[in-house]
């Protein structure tokens, strides 16, 4: 059982770190409510998920090709910059989005996270590092009944950090002044445009370095 909960605290570890989910998170939970930002957690996990299937049936290699990273590096630049900008371009807008209880759909802060976490090369090479390590060290030892029990241990660390950022979030929209509310969907946009360039130089350094 305290494996278990190691595995627990991994999950929370892993997600803890401020990144494009984060920031994403942030700024949907501000604009729309505690589910929108809860939504794009979930669909970066879901993407993680995916990762994890990928390593545990030992195909992730062929994502982790120079032109398949490319690729992702491109299209991760491009989901990045066009939430951030979104994000900035519409911080002038959320008093009266707020007030007029305008929404967007839920499927979209789905997407959202769904597109930044599987378009990020940097998901795979982590994934591989941190999940691929742990399979080589716990197969020899546990069952397959156990690893599956362990990697829930890491999904349930997930989404009790995502739980957390959407009502961090949620409790930002309800209490906090909108000029701060303004600030900090503008900063989150500016964050998330500074991870895409950071992919765009990647897919540049990979396709003509």
Request: net charge positive; glycine share 12%; aromatic share 16%.
């Amino acid at each position: 059982m305290s494996l278990f909960f190691s595995y627990i605290l991994l999950g929370l570890s892993l997600s803890a770190p401020i990144g494009p989910i984060n920031a994403a998170q942030l700024d949907k939970g501000i604009r729309f409510g505690f589910w929108h930002a809860w939504l794009v957690g979930f669909g970066g996990m879901i993407a993680d998920g995916i990762f994890m299937l990928l390593i545990y049936f030992g195909i992730a290699q062929f994502v982790d090709t120079p032109m398949i990273k490319a690729f992702l590096w491109s299209f991760g630049f491009f989901v990045l910059c066009y939430t951030g900008y979104e994000s900035i371009l519409q911080s002038g807008e959320l008093t009266k989005a707020k007030n007029s209880g305008k929404n967007e759909p839920k499927w979209r802060s789905f997407q959202t996270g769904f597109l930044m976490a599987v378009s990020n090369p940097l998901n795979i090479l982590f994934w591989l590092g941190i999940y691929g390590s742990m399979i080589a060290q716990s197969s020899s030892s546990y069952s397959t009944s156990q690893l599956l029990l362990y990697s829930s241990g890491i999904f349930l660390g997930i989404t009790l950090w995502d739980i957390t950022m959407a009502s961090l979030a949620t409790g930002a929209r309800k209490w906090v002044k909108p000029k701060i509310l303004r600030g900090i969907s503008i900063i989150s946009g500016i964050v998330l445009i500074g991870f895409g360039v950071y992919f765009g130089v990647q897919a540049l350094q990979l396709l003509f370095g």
